[in-house]
């Protein structure tokens, strides 16, 4: 079956600190991966996606790989900022657009 | 990218009654689906609506509980029934964009019941 695991939270990271949270992933075939991010009081917003094995998706200077060898999907920000501050989410997409979340890991970002 | 609104943002209801949640979308779209994401929880889905079809249930989820309407290419509406203090969560509609992998969410509906 399908499944998604990620680090639990909350993270609580100093301004201009290296973040990574991780996540796995369990999945028959060849998923497409996803982060997305949930800001407090708004919806769910995609951060970035990679559809096959080695690609790196990025945005707003968070970045993520897609390890088959590991089943990894980890996001890594090299200097977060307190803007960052947000519900994070790894997906995996199943089946025609339907998507398997993990947990969500809370970050807090202190100036 | 779609917009996507949804009524209420939030209600506060009893234990028993049922509510209905409106997801309306600026564009016309084949696929939406209905998720529920319980306090400190991630998203689980519930249901995919095709327009002129049954919707589609996932394991654990079944109609008489969370009847779904698609009467329009741009309009779905999900009923939480005989509602129980379990089903306190947030729902959210989402569709499916026209690019592969695209997929958006709406702001969710935030509901309490006591």
């Known amino acids: 079956g399908n499944s998604v695991t990620q680090m639990e939270g909350p993270v609580t990271l100093s301004e201009e600190a290296f973040l990574t949270i991780n996540c796995t992933y369990t999945a028959t075939g060849y998923p497409s991966l996803f982060w997305y991010v949930q800001y407090p009081g708004e919806g769910l917003q995609l951060l970035l996606k990679?559809?096959?094995?080695?690609d790196k998706g990025s945005n707003k200077g968070f970045e993520a790989t897609y390890r088959k060898e590991t089943t990894s999907f980890h996001l890594e920000k090299g200097s977060v900022q307190v803007s960052d501050s947000a519900v994070y989410f790894c997906?995996?997409?199943?089946?025609?657009?339907?998507?398997?979340f993990g947990s969500g890991t809370k970050l807090n970002v202190k100036p | 990218s779609a917009v996507i609104s949804q009524k209420p943002s939030r209600d506060i209801c009893q234990r028993g009654t049922s509510l209905t949640i409106q997801c309306q979308v600026d564009?016309?779209?084949?696929?939406m689906f209905w998720y529920r994401q319980q306090p400190g929880q991630s998203l689980t889905l519930i249901a995919t609506a095709n327009q002129g079809s049954e919707a589609t249930y996932e394991s654990g989820f079944v109609i008489d509980k969370f009847p779904i309407s698609r009467p329009n290419l741009t309009f779905s509406t999900l009923t939480v029934s005989n509602m129980s203090p379990e089903d306190s969560s947030i729902y959210l509609c989402s569709l499916s964009g026209t690019r592969v992998d695209e997929q958006f969410f709406g702001p969710g509906t935030r509901l309490t019941v006591l």
């Open positions: 990679a559809t096959k094995a080695d």
């Open positions: 564009s016309q779209v084949t696929m």
């Open positions: 997906a995996l997409r199943y089946n025609f657009n339907k998507f398997y």
